[in-house]
């Protein structure tokens, strides 16, 4: 089974997409989907595992036609590769997720006393070493770290807010890392 064209780009048949659903529900192979979000450590109860079983499903069929082999002609190996394979992209969009979640939620007005103190005693800890490291850097580097740290950007997203490439964000990042790496004594 050849799931290429003639320019080396994956072929997006019906049939490769048919295929791959019939491995699937071929024996246990669902199973890879269900282990996958267990590993998460998403219950069944979770309110988002239904979608996720579903996500699931779909992030398979991606990687059954990325598979640079006919996964039908190995299974054992396709499979040990998939169950990889998924719950890394599971764990990259859950993350994903959160990230957004995270960046425009609204402060919780009913967490607890003592939650509220650690979490206000650990965010003045954050911010006291966060001034401190601002401290050593250059304009550029305060700028990546604020957005990375503080406001919780991407690099993607650093570059967008001040109209420079990845490649920028990404030498400010490494003169970070290395000022870092000589203030915290881990200079390998």
Request: with cysteine.
């Amino acid at each position: 089974m050849n799931h290429f064209n003639e320019k080396g780009f994956i072929k997006m048949t019906d049939q490769t997409t048919q295929t791959a659903f019939e491995f699937l529900m071929t024996g246990d192979h669902e199973k890879l989907i269900y282990s996958a979000i267990s590993k998460l450590g998403v219950p069944k109860r979770h309110p988002d595992y239904d979608d996720l079983v579903q996500e699931g499903r779909l992030v398979f069929v991606t990687i059954f036609r990325k598979y640079p082999q006919d996964p039908l002609a190995e299974p054992k190996q396709f499979l040990a590769y998939a169950h990889k394979a998924l719950y890394r992209q599971l764990l990259n969009q859950r993350l994903k997720t959160k990230r957004l979640q995270d960046k425009h939620a609204v402060a919780d007005e009913t967490n607890e006393a003592g939650t509220h103190v650690d979490a206000l005693h650990n965010e003045v800890v954050d911010e006291a070493l966060l001034i401190e490291w601002l401290q050593l850097c250059n304009t550029n580097e305060q700028r990546f770290l604020i957005g990375s740290v503080r406001d919780r950007m991407t690099p993607t997203e650093i570059a967008e807010r001040w109209g420079v490439s990845r490649q920028a964000v990404y030498k400010w990042r490494s003169g970070l890392r290395k000022k870092l790496a000589n203030v915290l004594g881990d200079n390998d």
